[in-house]
């Protein structure tokens, strides 16, 4: 069964920094493209940022120059390091999967609050 476990969130103060972590098990993880969705109260949940299962990273929002997608095929894991953190970065950070076939998979979600 797959499983996706999202870890590193926490609170932090504006222009402070965070790494995600999402472990992913019961995949074959270098065939599949992960991305990091987040979601406000009251918000639409939306796209951070994705990379592809052949390394090619795509940033749909305005997060590019502070955010940083990476993976680990080895550890199936992939991460996102967090910079310059805004208090509207403020949401729950989610971890996704999808096949090749087409088949998505989800994350529980690990907090992020940027506020001081």
């Known amino acids: 069964q797959v499983q996706l476990v999202e870890s590193g969130g926490g609170l932090v103060q504006p222009g402070g920094s965070l790494r995600l972590s999402c472990a992913a098990s019961?995949?074959?993880?270098?065939?599949?493209?992960m991305g990091w969705y987040r979601q406000a109260p009251g918000k639409q949940r939306e796209l951070v940022v994705k990379?592809?299962?052949?390394?090619?990273?795509v940033y749909p929002g305005s997060v590019k120059v502070r955010f940083t997608i990476s993976r680990d095929n080895d550890k199936n894991m992939v991460f996102l390091q967090m910079s310059s953190l805004k208090a509207e970065d403020t949401a729950l950070y989610c971890c996704?999967?999808?096949?090749?076939?087409?088949?998505?998979?989800w994350g529980q979600g690990t907090q992020v609050t940027a506020s001081s």
């Open positions: 990379i592809t299962s052949g390394g090619v990273t």
């Open positions: 019961g995949i074959i993880f270098r065939a599949v493209d």
């Open positions: 996704n999967a999808v096949t090749r076939a087409g088949i998505g998979y």
